[in-house]
């Protein structure tokens, strides 16, 4: 063959039409998976490579996605979540698996997100990472809403749009925490966190926690919660708080592992033993988790399968079909703080 092979050479090939070999590279599911194997391996052999810029012209579409982070208090400049880390790697692979270039950037003050990206063209689709104050974020989830921007975010559900959301069972994920201290015969619990509204992926992990264990008559006393965010900081100071107050506990159940971490800390320097005297489970399962001293107990998201699910969900949106609601199940993971 002469010159650089086309997308007509493949369908001449293959005997079908040019747009069902367009669809087929797409890995579209219109194009049955027989005819979808046939065109990638004709195309493999004639060496061709997709015009991308002259897919695009013809789609109106960038063939990129745009994560944006929540700019988040951390320890270091980050400002970066270090939960999102091992989700950033996830997301990225997965784009790349379907064609996409991947935009990263930080969640602008701006609330015209649609016009910052999907109206200019930048990216064909939104994916958000992390919220805040989940009642004032609201209104910016609202406006994307207001115009059909494509998008999907992790956590917290979007109102009346579930099919928005990849979550992990948070309610389930607190459940598990309880019966594991049950399991312990620790149930003389703090809990820290933030249980309300205000950060609703925190408050199911708190009701799962608290409902297990009334459940079996035992009551988490207010006096033995404490609010945080998900920082080592914050858990460390609100730990102390307790301390301070002379609050007396066998147990703790954090809402986050940076919690955890701080709340560990915090332990330790007022002479209390981790797990001697104060069973202490996080939950995320950060890198950090099983390098701290005494390794973290904690309940585990499935980061990999979750930016997985954001990338097909967003990609199943983009092509104008419907989504379900994505709920992934929680692991516990056992390690040194609580037994």
């Keep these: ?9 493949i369908a001449h ?20 998976e027989e005819t979808r194997r046939r065109v990638h391996e004709i195309a493999k052999k004639l060496n061709y490579k997709v015009d991308k810029n002259a ?6 579409q ?30 990225t692979r997965a784009c790349a698996k379907e064609g996409y270039d991947l935009l990263v950037s930080f969640q602008s003050t701006s609330s015209d997100w649609h016009a910052d990206y999907e109206d200019s063209h930048r990216a064909d689709g939104l994916i958000l990472l992390g919220y805040g104050d989940y009642i004032d974020y609201q209104s910016k989830l609202q406006t994307l809403l207001d115009n059909h921007t494509k998008f999907v975010c992790w956590g917290a559900t979007v109102d009346n749009r579930p099919d928005l ?24 619990c703090a809990f820290i966190g933030d249980a309300s ?36 900081d914050s858990g460390y100071h609100a730990t102390r708080s307790l301390i301070a107050n002379n609050v007396k506990f066998n147990a703790l159940f954090a809402a986050s ?26 939950f995320d399962n950060i890198a950090a988790a099983g390098y701290v001293s005494p390794s973290l107990t904690t309940v585990q998201q499935n980061t990999t399968l979750a930016g997985q699910m954001l990338v097909d969900n967003l990609l199943t949106l983009i092509r104008g079909e419907a ?14 703080s609580s037994r």
């Design 1 to 9: 063959m002469k010159g650089k092979a086309t997308s007509f050479d």
């Design 13 to 32: 090939y293959a005997g079908v039409s040019q747009s069902t070999v367009s669809r087929a590279l797409r890995n579209s599911p219109l194009v049955n």
């Design 55 to 60: 897919s695009n012209l013809r789609t109106q």
């Design 62 to 91: 960038s063939s990129t996605l745009a994560l944006l982070l929540f700019e988040d208090p951390t320890e270091d400049e980050s400002q970066i979540n270090p939960f999102f880390l091992s989700m950033l790697g996830s997301i």
């Design 165 to 188: 959301t990849v979550s992990c069972d948070n309610y389930g994920g607190g459940v598990l925490a309880a019966k594991h201290l049950i399991d312990m015969v620790r149930t003389d």
């Design 197 to 232: 509204d205000h950060s609703p992926e925190f408050f199911a992990r708190f009701k799962g926690f608290r409902d297990t264990l009334k459940a079996k008559g035992i009551e988490v006393s207010d006096r033995k919660m404490a609010n945080a965010i998900s920082t080592e």
């Design 257 to 282: 592992d940076l919690i955890a971490i701080g709340a560990i800390k915090a332990l330790q320097e007022a002479g209390v033993r981790v797990p001697h005297d104060v069973h202490v489970v996080g």
């Design 323 to 336: 989504v379900t609601s994505t709920l992934l199940p929680p692991k516990l993971i056992i390690r040194q």
